[in-house]
């Protein structure tokens, strides 16, 4: 079946707009992250949801960073007034349930904040 | 704080060698421990997951786990070209309350050299 899908593939955003990146999980993957890496850095966690429950946002650097997933498959990650250094891949990933599932990823969306 | 230490390298091979990627993790109730690859301006991708102390094979890649000294391993028999990438470590604490966040390592650079 397909497999993990982010859009847009690439962002280009100014200083101070708002963005909305998209992610459509493997149908069926009850669990769903978001990453943000840096260039030649490893996925650093942001948050994590279960369903459409979000039970894990500790990752969030900041309250301009929101995401959501209100049916309990697409995710959207909306950060807010966009900064500089909000300049990175993001990228979500899903999985399943069970107890060694391993996380399929998209291909991430590079945002540029200029 | 939990972590997750690779050597960065890079790590230089010729074609045909054995290359031995290394992690090695904080937290002695990890449980799960996966090996991801990133090829440049990709997503990582899934090589192999490893849960028991020992060797777990698959085609050319053995992982290898050593809970009691915290220690896993990648093996790439018979490198290729073709395996050049970044190579990160990942591991599952499995925190309480069900809540599989992965801490990853920042990657090892694999070059297989022609």
């Known amino acids: 079946g397909a497999g993990v899908s982010q859009s847009p593939r690439y962002k280009v955003a100014k200083r101070g707009q708002d963005v909305a990146l998209r992610c459509d999980p493997i149908?069926?993957?009850?669990?769903l992250f978001w990453y943000q890496q840096a260039l030649g850095q490893g996925p650093e966690f942001l948050t994590y949801f279960q369903n459409e429950a979000q039970l894990d946002k500790s990752g969030l650097p900041s309250d301009r960073f929101f995401a959501e997933r209100p049916e309990g498959s697409v995710s959207t990650l909306k950060i807010q007034r966009t900064q500089q250094e909000d300049s990175a891949v993001y990228l979500c990933?899903?999985?399943?349930?069970?107890?060694?599932?391993?996380?399929?990823f998209g291909n991430g969306t590079r945002l540029t904040v200029t | 704080q939990k972590e997750v230490e690779q050597n960065s390298g890079p790590l230089s091979v010729p074609e045909g060698a054995i290359a031995s990627l290394n992690c090695t993790y904080s937290?002695?109730?990890?449980?799960?421990f996966f090996w991801y690859r990133q090829y440049s301006g990709k997503s990582p991708e899934l090589i192999m997951f490893?849960?028991s102390n020992g060797d777990k094979e698959d085609g050319r890649f053995t992982a290898q786990l050593n809970k009691a000294s915290q220690y896993v391993s990648l093996l790439i028999r018979d490198s290729q070209p073709s395996d050049s990438a970044t190579y990160l470590c990942a591991v599952d604490p499995l925190e309480a309350g069900n809540n599989r966040k992965l801490i990853w390592g920042l990657g090892t650079s694999l070059a297989v050299n022609p």
């Open positions: 937290d002695r109730g990890s449980q799960s």
């Open positions: 149908s069926g993957h009850v669990s």
């Open positions: 490893i849960y």
């Open positions: 990933a899903s999985s399943s349930r069970g107890y060694n599932s391993p996380l399929h």
